[in-house]
């Protein structure tokens, strides 16, 4: 087995921001690059379905998604980049581990959690439009980790409870069939900035705050110039540790830089100056990749060739793990 295994999935909704980018994508490519570790990511696109029902909008997410990644320098040959979909053992194997998942341990999941009390507080039936997709995310996550006996999960703080289910889960297998999956371990990385938004809260999807990562210039210059920030005026001292102008300067700058801008704004800089070095910062640091990003997002027999790579790779070690599962339970062959 693989010495170092990490794996991590992205759903397919939304286009990815400055916040997946500094918290997520940027040290999952870079650590990628290490010759100790096997890295997994894939496009967690059934996933997807359980929040967006639109097929275009999951679709051009999936687009944005992968040309995000393969257009920063992601190297798919040393890693294993792939579309949950395109993997069929994964759903299969999640029907087995449907079987050893406990009904109450679901019923604590946080998602499914916040539905139902959504829908107590507005007078309506408890699982009001709760879908058994919502109710089951927690073992099809448990499936595309298992599937692969990956050691380390690289997510944000919101996942830690599915890994703890996934690890749950897999005990519970190894303990009915015997010794099948590796326990994995979930990965928060706390150095790693969490992003602010445009009007201060973490940038989110959710919250609608986002700064688009791959915005063409003029537009990341607006969207950079809608970043909210206090009425103080040029000349006047400014507080770097509570603003977003700062913090995401920090996340995008050397120590050296962030020392300077810090002086700069004890020396009362202007918001619009700070900006606008903001701006250039970013746009000098993503320019290159934009325009692959631009190009790879035309080239979908380009994307389509990268993916089906990935799929062979994912689907060569998903058939032998399966094979494994199928066994164990007691599903094998009769010749
Ligand atoms: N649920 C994760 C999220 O929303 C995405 C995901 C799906 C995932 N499958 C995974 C992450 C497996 C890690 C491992 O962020």
Not at 44 to 65: F, G, M, N, T, W
Not at 125 to 133: C, H, I, K, N, R
Not at 298 to 326: I, P
Request: glycine share 6%; proline share 4%; net charge negative.
């Amino acid at each position: 087995m693989a010495k170092n295994r990490v794996l991590t999935g992205i759903t397919t909704t939304g286009t990815p921001h400055l916040g997946n980018f500094v918290g997520a994508i940027r040290p999952a490519i870079a650590e990628s690059q290490s010759t100790e570790q096997d890295s997994f990511f894939f496009l967690a696109d059934y996933h997807a379905l359980i929040k967006c029902q639109d097929p275009a909008a999951v679709h051009q997410s999936a687009r944005e998604i992968a040309a995000t990644w393969l257009a920063l320098g992601l190297d798919t040959d040393r890693s294993t980049f792939y579309r949950q979909s395109d993997v069929p053992e994964i759903t299969e194997l999640m029907w087995v581990l449907t079987c050893v998942s406990g009904k109450g341990l679901m019923n604590r999941a946080h998602a499914y959690k916040a539905a139902v009390q959504d829908n107590e507080e507005k007078g309506e039936d408890a699982d009001f439009g709760v879908t058994m997709g919502l109710f089951c995310y927690p073992v099809l996550m448990a499936a595309d980790i298992l599937m692969f006996n990956a050691q380390r999960v690289p997510v944000g703080r919101d996942q830690i409870q599915h890994l703890e289910m996934a690890r749950d889960i897999a005990q519970r297998f190894n303990h009915i069939y015997g010794e099948t999956f590796v326990l994995p371990e979930a990965v928060v990385d706390d150095d790693v900035a969490v992003l602010s938004g445009l009007d201060g809260r973490k940038m989110s999807k959710s919250y609608g705050n986002t700064i688009p990562l791959f915005l063409p210039e003029k537009q990341l210059k607006k969207h950079i110039n809608k970043i909210k920030t206090n009425l103080l005026e040029p000349g006047e001292p400014k507080d770097p540790d509570t603003s977003t102008v700062f913090q995401i300067w920090q996340a995008f700058a050397t120590p050296e830089q962030t020392a300077e801008m810090r002086k700069e704004f004890e020396a009362g800089i202007a918001w619009g100056e700070a900006k606008k070095q903001l701006f250039e910062l970013i746009n000098g640091q993503i320019s290159e990749a934009r325009q692959r990003y631009n190009e790879i997002l035309e080239d979908g027999a380009f994307l389509d060739a990268e993916l089906a790579k990935g799929a062979e790779k994912a689907r060569a070690e998903a058939a032998s793990q399966l094979d494994k599962v199928r066994k164990a339970v007691g599903l094998s062959r009769f010749g």
